[in-house]
């Protein structure tokens, strides 16, 4: 199995994610809190994403919240993208509000 570096264009915070793994399963593994997840399977939308560089392997996802546009502009739903190269990608919508925050020092979850 192959393991490539996802990399979250605004925050340079990098993750790695196998080609089988979603890139969504692969970010929430950073740990950031408030993460927006929904459905997993492609229909609700919140999990949107631009993959900005790299190649990736996608799954069916909803035509409401993904156009044909915006699969051919690289914007899709991160919980059914899978990385095919070492990934660039920016956050959209929802995602953008939790992946982006700013860690403030003493509010950082204890490990």
């Given at each position: 199995m192959a393991y490539f570096?996802?990399?979250?264009?605004?925050?340079g915070e990098s993750y790695r994610c196998s080609e089988r793994q979603s890139l969504l399963i692969g970010m929430?593994?950073?740990g950031k809190k408030g993460i927006p997840v929904g459905c997993r399977g492609g229909g609700c939308g919140v999990c949107?994403?631009?993959v900005v560089a790299g190649e990736c392997q996608k799954r069916p996802m909803s035509r409401e919240h993904i156009s044909a546009e915006d699969e051919a502009q690289g914007r899709l739903l991160a919980c059914c993208t899978m990385p095919a190269s070492d990934i660039k990608l920016k956050v959209l919508g929802k995602m953008k509000k939790s992946v982006c925050r700013l860690q403030h020092p003493g509010h950082m979850s204890q490990s």
């Amino acid at each position: 199995m192959a393991y490539f570096t996802v990399t979250i264009e605004e925050t340079g915070e990098s993750y790695r994610c196998s080609e089988r793994q979603s890139l969504l399963i692969g970010m929430e593994a950073l740990g950031k809190k408030g993460i927006p997840v929904g459905c997993r399977g492609g229909g609700c939308g919140v999990c949107k994403v631009e993959v900005v560089a790299g190649e990736c392997q996608k799954r069916p996802m909803s035509r409401e919240h993904i156009s044909a546009e915006d699969e051919a502009q690289g914007r899709l739903l991160a919980c059914c993208t899978m990385p095919a190269s070492d990934i660039k990608l920016k956050v959209l919508g929802k995602m953008k509000k939790s992946v982006c925050r700013l860690q403030h020092p003493g509010h950082m979850s204890q490990s």
